[in-house]
Antibody
């Protein structure tokens, strides 16, 4: 059974960083592409970026280019998304999602609430 | 900045048919944009329904179908069920970058 399990909720202060993890199971992690998406309360889904797990190649939305880093650890089948210089507008649920290639999203993690507040 | 536009809301009667569309500010949507469609219910993560325009996942009910229609990506629900009431999002692929549509809130009434 394909599954993505994300780390727990985070509360961060403005200007700090957050790192969210996403552990994969039930499929070949090394043959997948992992996406990161966020959703502020009541808002649309917003694409952040992806990583091709096998090669480590990444691509980020222009909006997040300077602040986001997506990585993976193939030994633990885990993907990570780190967002720096946090501001209140970054408060959202962050999702990881997986697919066979970068243009395909097959299934999603349960989401991680990141709250940025002073 | 690329914008992907969906109908904000649609209403359909149980058993009816409804088509949701997904337009790109850059022009006609083609198969090269690899349209994906997702369903999201309140408090839940999105669930994938369609990939690469018209391909269904193993769990996608047969009443859901994807296509290209008049320069847009389209998601058609035939024989709508009450449990289909949800927000639906399309996702287009711009040669590396993804852009989500604004979502369509589908009401079954």
């Amino acid at each position: 059974q394909m599954q993505l399990v994300q780390s727990g909720p985070e509360v961060k202060k403005p200007g700090t960083s957050v790192k969210v993890s996403c552990k994969a199971s039930g499929f070949t992690f090394t043959s997948s592409a992992m996406q990161w998406v966020r959703q502020a309360r009541g808002q649309r889904l917003e694409w952040i970026g992806w990583i091709v797990v096998g090669s480590g190649n990444t691509n980020y939305a222009q909006k997040f280019q300077e602040r986001v880093t997506i990585t993976r650890d193939m030994s633990t089948s885990t993907a990570y998304m780190e967002l720096s210089s946090l501001r209140s507008e970054d408060t959202a649920v962050y999702y990881c999602a997986a697919g066979l290639h970068t243009a395909m999203v097959t299934f999603w993690g349960q989401g991680t609430l990141v709250t940025v507040s002073s | 900045q690329t914008v992907v536009t969906q109908e904000p809301s649609l209403t359909v009667s149980p058993g009816g048919t409804v088509t949701l569309t997904c337009a790109s500010s850059t022009g006609a949507v083609t198969s090269g944009y690899y349209p994906n469609w997702f369903q999201q219910k309140p408090g839940q993560a999105p669930r994938a329904l369609i990939y690469s325009t018209s391909n269904k996942h193993s769990w996608t009910p047969a009443r859901f179908s994807g296509s290209l229609l008049g320069g847009k990506a389209a998601l058609t629900l035939s024989g709508v069920q009450p449990e289909d009431e949800a927000e639906y999002y399309c996702l287009l692929y711009y040669g590396g970058a993804h852009v989500f549509g604004g979502g369509t809130k589908l009401t079954v009434l």
